[in-house]
């Protein structure tokens, strides 16, 4: 019995096994260098989350946005000069508004969307007042 031809069909098997085995080893090591690369940009995202964490206490507060309508900034400057919580009829009051109920009510929308946007608070139903 004549085994060349089996030894030769192994060996191009142990041929291909090791060429299999030669590829996926470059592959580790290609993903070892993408996970070490990775690994090191996750370090430095959390040394940046460190840093800008431990300033978020000392940059100023930004406002936001006031909605696009000229009462908006008169509504704050007449919560500048109050001593106290203001009603919608005070504030429409305050901008030379009549004091008629669909002035006073759009007035009350403008409050309630300004304690949405985070710069008025509503202490109890109807008494608007600037956040501290």
Known sequence: MNIQPLLDALDLQEDAARALADGLRGQIDDLQSRLREA???????????????????????????????????????????????????????????????????????????LVKLGILTEADTGNFARKP
């Open 39 to 113: 690994e090191t940009h996750l370090e430095h995202l959390a040394i940046t989350r460190k840093t800008v964490t431990g300033f978020a206490d000392r940059l100023p507060a930004i406002a936001p946005d006031l909605p696009e309508h000229p009462d908006y900034p008169r509504i704050l400057d007449a919560f500048n000069h109050a001593t106290g919580p203001l009603r919608a009829k005070d504030v429409s009051e305050a901008l030379g508004h009549e004091l008629l109920p669909k002035n006073v009510e759009g007035t009350r929308a403008k409050l309630k969307r």
